[in-house]
């Protein structure tokens, strides 16, 4: 069981956030089912939908890149330096 804060917010329980699935930052919903109401994990109703949150998110890639400069890019600059 949990309670509603003056703000309105409820914590939801680990054991049911892992079951759904349920990351900081999903989309849920609630829906009425005769005298109750239902959370509801909102998942995109086409790939583009999906795709729209991480558009902007991963810069492509230039040509000829090998995966090795990829991760480097991605990582934040070249991982041999760091070592």
């Known amino acids: 069981m949990s ?3 003056t ?6 329980p680990k054991d049911i956030r ?3 699935g349920l990351a900081p ?3 849920v ?3 009425k089912e005769g005298s109750k109401f239902v959370l ?3 998942i995109g109703e ?5 795709l729209a949150e991480w558009v902007g998110r991963v810069k492509p890639f230039e040509p000829n890149q090998t995966v090795d400069e990829m991760i480097d ?3 934040g600059g070249k991982a041999r330096d760091r070592r």
Not at 7 to 12: A, L, P, R
Not at 46 to 50: A, E, M, Q, R, V
């Open 46 to 50: 086409t790939p583009d939908d999906y």
């Open 7 to 12: 703000k309105g917010q409820v914590t939801i």
């Open 18 to 20: 892992d079951a759904l």
């Open 3 to 5: 309670r509603v804060t």
């Open 40 to 42: 509801v994990k909102e």
């Open 73 to 75: 890019d991605m990582r």
């Open 29 to 31: 919903g609630f829906r």
């Open 25 to 27: 930052g999903t989309h």
